[in-house]
T-cell receptor, first 115, second 115 residues
Framework: ETGVTQTPRHLVMGMTNKKSLKCEQH?????MYWYKQSAKKPLELMFV???????ENNSVPSRFSPECPNSSHLFLHLHTLQPEDSALYLC??????????????FGEGSRLTVL | AQTVTQSQPEMSVQEAETVTLSCTYD???????LFWYKQPPSRQMILVIR??????QNATENRFSVNFQKAAKSFSLKISDSQLGDTAMYFC????????????FGTGTRLKVLA
């Protein structure tokens, strides 16, 4: 497989459930990201990991818990979510350095519905 | 704070015609990178074109070109000879080297190409 792969593509969960989103990149990039995409809003950066170290936590509620065991894998653990958390969750990776453009490569997203 | 503004929520264009999508941004940095991303319906977000702020020449990728006006902080995307496959959400994004892993996105423009 190439690029950035996200699983599952669709997830429906109740507010008391615990589930996880998974992301894997096969591009050899050093940085991985979680974004939340809601209708008519800019992409919201949630978390950034650089070489497994979290470098950004954009004031995300604790019911979202990221995990980055290595540079190729990123998880988003979900628990006691709210209906307003329903959205498309996008994973991305990049080889971002000051000296290059470091564009993002995105996965197809995980569509989350919280009942 | 850095911001990206896309003032056209929706646009339509006839097949084979030319359309221009607007983007303005604000940053205090002198060097930065600008991107246009395309997100087709239910498909992956992909890079369309990128521009390095220190390069005066406008970037071009086949039918896609930009009009980069650094003083005006404007970064518009021109699509020539529009095709049905160009139907998508288009996002403008900004990255500063000093914020190496942080990308700022606009709210997007939904483009529909009409047959």
């Amino acid at each position: 497989e190439t690029g950035v792969t996200q699983t599952p593509r669709h997830l429906v969960m109740g507010m008391t459930n615990k589930k996880s989103l998974k992301c894997e990149q096969h591009l050899g990039h050093n940085a991985m990201y979680w974004y939340k995409q809601s209708a008519k809003k800019p992409l919201e950066l949630m978390f950034v990991y650089n070489f497994k170290e979290q470098t950004e936590n954009n004031s995300v509620p604790s019911r979202f818990s990221p995990e980055c065991p290595n540079s190729s894998h990123l998880f988003l653990h979900l628990h006691t979510l709210q209906p307003e958390d329903s959205a498309l969750y996008l994973c991305a990776s990049s080889q971002a350095r000051r000296s290059n453009t470091g564009e993002l490569f995105f996965g197809e997203g995980s569509r989350l519905t919280v009942l | 704070a850095q911001t990206v503004t896309q003032s056209q929520p929706e646009m339509s264009v006839q097949e084979a015609e030319t359309v221009t999508l607007s983007c303005t941004y604000d940053t205090s940095e002198s060097n930065y990178y600008l991107f246009w991303y395309k997100q087709p319906p239910s498909r992956q977000m992909i890079l369309v074109i990128r521009q390095e702020a220190y390069k005066q020449q406008n970037a071009t990728e086949n039918r896609f070109s930009v009009n980069f006006q650094k003083a005006a902080k404007s970064f518009s995307l021109k699509i020539s000879d529009s095709q049905l496959g160009d139907t998508a959400m288009y996002f403008c994004a900004l990255r500063s080297p000093s914020g190496t892993y942080k990308y700022i996105f606009g709210t997007g423009t939904r483009l529909k190409v009409l047959a």
